[in-house]
């Protein structure tokens, strides 16, 4: 039996057209649209493309989205000035810093310095904090789509084994609260878990978050289990030679093969978590502008 699978492209068609209409209602009522700032420190060619995806995501659902490039060797103060200035911009709603961010700025520094009511990444401790004492406030794209994800597949949270594979910020730890908020039995497990397979063969829910391609094989999979794969792994199939570049493939941090064989449903790579991270991300831009004239209006 082979598993349903969880089509984020179509879900994130769904969603963006809910935010399309949000959107509108409020660009009527207010007398601007919601605005979206995206910043990219250097040339890297795959986050050059993300970015530029985002901003035109953003533009296509009416939000007026702009993608700033800055060189490479930006230093941080010069981009912490840039983040103070649309800090202080009342038509800016959202601000996201691409990461990874080169190595002269200091990650924490940045992200830390975004206004919490702009930070549409959720990636501020104070966000991250209200997420944690049970009051989300802006929560981190990717555990949104992924809760969305489980949502499509009808899983049922309550009382679940839920085992969440990564403790990053950005998306290992949100997720676990998210699943703990929904009343789930989480487990967090990361690499210096013991007998991670066993761990993974609990789990009802299982979310992969870790960046390695493969990781999770199919026997690790409980049967039945919903299965969501956040990794996004470039594969070389074939080097490059002749002239011909290298025959590459993207692949997630779980076997999809295997595990599709074992899960109820999952998510494929591509086309499962990414493209609900970036719709979530203009759901975020219009919760985020909501809100702010909400504060501002008393
Ligand atoms: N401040 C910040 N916020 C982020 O949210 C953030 C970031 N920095 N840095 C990089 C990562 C990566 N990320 C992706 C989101 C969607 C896809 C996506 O839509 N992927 C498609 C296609 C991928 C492809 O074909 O290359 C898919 O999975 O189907 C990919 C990557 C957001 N990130
Ligand atoms: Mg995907």
């Given at each position: 039996m082979s598993a349903t699978l969880l089509d984020g492209k179509k879900l994130a068609e769904t969603v963006r057209n809910e935010v399309r209409v949000g959107v509108a209602e409020f660009t009527k009522?207010?007398?601007?649209?919601?605005?979206?700032?995206?910043?990219?420190?250097?040339?890297?060619?795959?986050?050059?493309?993300?970015?530029?995806?985002?901003?035109?995501?953003?533009?296509?659902?009416?939000?007026?989205?702009?993608?700033?490039?800055?060189?490479?060797?930006t230093s941080e103060d010069a981009l912490l000035r840039e983040l103070d200035r649309l800090n202080n911009d009342d038509t800016v709603d959202g601000i996201l810093v691409q990461?990874?961010?080169?190595?002269?700025?200091?990650?924490?520094?940045?992200l830390d310095a975004i206004r919490p009511d702009k930070d549409v990444d959720g990636f501020h401790p104070v966000n991250a904090g209200m997420l944690a004492s049970g009051r989300p406030s802006l929560v981190p794209c990717t555990p949104r789509g992924s809760m969305r994800l489980l949502d499509l597949a009808g899983a049922r949270l309550e009382g679940a084994r839920a085992v969440v594979v990564g403790r990053s910020n950005i998306v290992g730890k949100p997720m676990a609260q998210l699943l703990l908020a929904a009343n789930a039995t989480v487990t967090m497990a990361h690499s210096r878990t013991k007998d991670l397979a066993a761990v993974c063969r609990e789990a009802d829910v299982l979310v992969v978050a870790v960046g390695k391609a493969e990781l999770v094989r199919g026997d690790w999979v409980k049967p039945g289990a919903v299965v969501i794969d956040v990794g996004m792994?470039?594969?070389e199939l074939a080097p490059a030679k002749d002239g011909e570049p290298a025959k590459t493939k993207l692949v997630g941090d779980v076997a999809f093969d295997e595990a599709k064989e074992r899960a109820?449903?999952?998510?494929?790579?591509?086309?499962?978590?990414?493209?609900?991270?970036?719709?979530?991300?203009?759901?975020?831009?219009?919760?985020?502008?909501?809100?702010r004239v909400a504060a501002k209006n008393g």
């Open positions: 009522t207010h007398g601007r649209p919601p605005g979206l700032e995206v910043i990219l420190v250097g040339e890297d060619p795959a986050s050059q493309i993300y970015t530029r995806n985002k901003e035109k995501a953003a533009k296509e659902v009416g939000i007026r989205g702009k993608l700033h490039v800055l060189p490479a060797d990461l990874p961010l080169p190595k002269q700025i200091r990650e924490q520094r940045v792994n470039r594969i109820s449903a999952i998510t494929p790579v591509p086309g499962g978590v990414g493209p609900m991270t970036i719709a979530c991300l203009l759901d975020n831009t219009l919760v985020a502008a909501r809100a």
